[in-house]
């Protein structure tokens, strides 16, 4: 009743059979989720190179954006 809901950031991965995804969640006591910022990186499976390998790098990249690119975004959204 008093004081607002606290409110928290969190990060997401999601690993699919085709693709990479993450995002920057804010969740609060109350209310829905609000994404603050997501991305997908898709891996193509190549012939001959490992499915475990091609997942790694996509996962690679899939935290370089979140660093470069979704933290500023983060940053401005909840000054954290």
Do not use: C, N
């Amino acid at each position: 009743l008093f004081g607002s809901p606290r409110k928290k950031t969190v990060a997401l991965i999601d690993i699919g059979s085709s693709s990479v995804a993450g995002a920057y969640a804010r969740i609060q006591d109350i209310g829905a989720p609000e994404i603050i910022y997501s991305v997908r990186v898709p891996f193509p499976v190549k012939s001959g190179k490992l499915v475990s390998t091609i997942m790694l790098d996509a996962l690679d990249e899939l935290g370089r954006l979140l660093v470069e690119k979704g933290a500023p975004i983060l940053r401005q959204e909840t000054g954290s």
